[in-house]
């Protein structure tokens, strides 16, 4: 079938937004490169524009993705498995939304299943929908937390992030090898001491 003529100007459209955002982009990183006190048009830079949008395009692509796509497959067929799922140890990068400077981490994503499961990859891209956007970690906790519930609805949720924040190690107070920990904890994880603590040191190794 040909495409017709709207879907053409829809598309056309699109391609003019999108070669307007470069555009602006590339322009963008040439003045912060002017602000700095660098030339963009020295042979070293020349190309740096269109690779920073690249790389921009890799660390902000959470903004392109939805946690209902991800979580929309469950498998019911376990052998009436209902204990603990978890995932550890999971890394990320991300950005702070206040800087724009490094988020890196580790993650744990933990549930008790009702309904069903999803695959583990699953868990995985879930966190990765929500690092790579702007972020500060303890939204970040709580939007991974939220989706697992909305989607998922497990009996119990548990979601724990450690991470360097380079806006406060490469920056500011400079303190290196500080660590923020932040936990979001519902159901049985949330509301037994024992069961949190179990938790807290899976995640920490123990």
């Known amino acids: 079938m040909s495409e017709s003529k ?15 955002k470069e555009k602006a982009g590339l322009q963008a990183v040439k003045d912060l490169l002017w602000f700095i006190g660098e030339d963009s048009s020295r042979e070293g830079l020349l190309d740096t524009p269109k690779r920073f949008l690249k790389a921009w395009g890799e660390w902000f692509k959470g903004y392109t993705e939805k946690p209902e796509d991800i979580l929309s497959t469950c498998f019911s067929e ?5 204990e603990l799922v978890m995932l550890r140890k999971i890394p990320f990068e991300s950005h702070c939304e206040h800087h724009i400077a490094p ?4 993650a744990t994503i933990a549930y008790l ?3 069903g499961v999803v695959g583990i990859s699953k868990l995985a891209r879930l966190l990765d929908c929500y690092s790579k956007r702007l972020q500060v970690q303890e939204k970040l906790t709580a939007q991974i937390a939220d989706a697992l519930e909305e989607h998922l609805k497990p009996r119990a949720i548990a979601v724990i992030i450690t991470a360097e924040h380079h806006c406060m190690t490469t920056r500011g107070v400079h303190k290196h090898q500080s660590e923020m920990i932040t936990s979001e904890m519902r159901g049985l994880f ?6 949190r603590a179990e938790i807290m040191s899976l995640h920490l190794g123990g």
């Open 6 to 20: 709207q879907e053409m100007i829809d598309r056309c459209t699109e391609e003019a937004i999108e070669e307007t």
């Open 78 to 82: 376990v052998g009436g498995y209902d």
């Open 103 to 106: 988020i890196i981490g580790h």
């Open 113 to 115: 299943p009702d309904r």
């Open 190 to 195: 949330r509301d037994e001491s024992s069961a």
